[in-house]
């Protein structure tokens, strides 16, 4: 069993998340995680209105009475979506746990505090760590360059981002970037992290809902196939490498504007990748650690391998390579 401050603070029995994942967090699982001792989180801007968010939550709980979360990323947008109905669902619901991601979730707090639920924020830097610890969160999840989806601009690995916020940080933190299996899970801990959130690793398992060609695809790629897009738009993201983001990095590269690329990365096109098995039918989020990945299991298969393998390491490999005298 590991047992770290951040399976004590958030009451789960393994140091392992499933984070927000847009089109992937849904409720089949997010509680197949929670069964198997994890922390999943479902988004809840891939349920198109509040009250689906609601019945997703219900679905969830119809599955799992183990504990579980809803990721809700605030971003700026022309047409914003109802992110304070959104934040009203997830507290009359009754969830204890929120993921929070994109801008400042202060104005949230105060809501969240007050129904006993506990903040876990997500971020790209140390700077960024410190201000979500010092408005009051629970805990902070540090991505390093190495994620998928939106890794920040100052390309910080994981080798160097942990140990440096673990070094400045007082609240318990979880690693994200590059982790896939119970050689990343015992270095995160190495490094001073109190627990690993995986995506990538999440979306390749039997009850992740998407297509089986993406997670076969998954399987096949190495960790070189992945590309940056909107680099020159200051708004990095790390997507698997096709048609479509081979295209969008040429434009970026010719001078174009986001007007120029918006209809090839629209998250509809994405979403049809996900559901429909078209690789290249448009962006879709993968990490570098794709080349790690290399089964498909159940999340159950997948966390109680990791947690083995890992006290495994800890106990045998690394205490053999300490000698006295």
């Known amino acids: 069993m590991l047992h770290t401050r951040f399976t004590e603070t958030f009451g789960v029995a393994h140091p392992i998340v499933q984070g927000g994942m847009q089109w992937v967090g849904r409720a089949e699982l997010v509680a197949a995680v929670a069964e198997a001792g994890g922390l999943g989180f479902i988004t809840a801007l891939t349920q198109p209105t509040p009250e689906d968010l609601r019945k997703e939550i219900a679905r969830t709980r119809e599955l799992t009475d183990k504990p579980f979360g809803v990721n809700l990323t605030i971003l700026p947008s022309i047409n914003p979506p109802p992110y304070e109905e959104y934040a009203r669902v997830i507290i009359d619901s009754g969830v204890k746990i929120v993921e929070t991601a994109g801008s400042n979730p202060e104005p949230f707090l105060p809501a969240y505090r007050a129904a006993g639920i ?20 629970d805990g902070v999840s540090i991505d390093g360059f190495e994620c998928a989806g939106h890794p920040g601009e100052d390309d910080i690995p994981g080798l160097v981002l942990i140990p440096a916020a673990a070094r400045e940080l007082s609240i318990p933190m979880i690693a994200s970037g590059g982790i896939a299996d119970a050689r990343g899970l015992v270095a995160a801990l190495a490094l001073g992290a109190d627990g690993v959130n995986m995506g990538s690793r999440f979306l390749c398992t039997q009850e992740s809902a998407i297509d089986q060609k993406v997670k076969e695809r998954i399987v096949a790629n190495s960790e070189r196939d992945t590309k940056l897009i909107f680099r020159t738009m200051h708004n990095t993201a790390r997507v698997a490498d096709n048609e479509v983001s081979r295209k969008v990095v040429e434009i970026e590269k010719a001078g174009g504007t986001f007007d120029d690329v918006r209809e090839l990365v629209s998250g509809a096109r994405g979403r049809t990748v996900y559901e429909n098995g078209d690789i290249d039918a448009g962006i879709w989020s993968v990490g570098l650690c794709q080349g790690l990945i290399h089964d498909i299991p159940s999340c159950a298969e997948l966390i109680s391998r990791m947690v083995a393998e890992a ?3 800890i106990t045998q490999r690394l205490a053999a390579a300490v000698v006295t005298g």
């Open 118 to 137: 506990k903040v876990l924020h997500k971020c790209t830097s140390v700077r960024h760590a410190l201000k979500a610890q010092r408005i009051g969160v």
């Open 311 to 313: 006290e495994e390491l």
